[in-house]
């Protein structure tokens, strides 16, 4: 066995353990934002690691490059998707998406402390 195939082994084993690892994250979190952190890693972890084993093992062809556009794809898309989907949860919970007077969010007191030294 070369050195090409067990690096392609390693890294597509990385990319399923990372996809497993993910969804044992979102069964066990309490907490539909807790959960949603547990998404990001599957689109970019997985997908980085399946583009180096398609690297390794076909070469800079035209599988690669593919490739290559689906992880520039998902990772553009994740951030998009996941932010939309917190917020949509969010307006859901609470009828709105913006801090309600008094709710205490972690960092906007950094954020509007900048906002006003300005």
């Not at 934002?33 to 035209?62: C, D, K, N």
């Not at 998902?74 to 307006?91: D, E, G, P, Q, S």
Request: aromatic share 6%; charged share 15%; proline share 2%.
């Amino acid at each position: 066995m070369s050195a090409g195939t067990i690096a392609v082994e390693v890294l597509v084993w990385v990319a399923v353990a990372t996809c497993l690892i993910c969804c044992l994250g979102i069964v066990v979190m309490k907490d539909f934002f807790e959960r949603l952190h547990y998404m990001a890693p599957v689109s970019t972890v997985a997908t980085v690691a399946l583009l180096a084993a398609v690297v390794i093992e076909q070469g800079w062809g035209q599988a690669a490059i593919k490739m290559s556009l689906i992880v520039v794809v998902l990772f553009l898309m994740n951030a998009v998707l996941a932010h939309a989907t917190a917020r949509a949860a969010r307006v859901r919970e609470l009828g709105h998406w913006q801090p309600a007077l008094g709710e205490k969010i972690e960092g906007v007191d950094q954020i509007e402390g900048r906002r006003h030294h300005r």
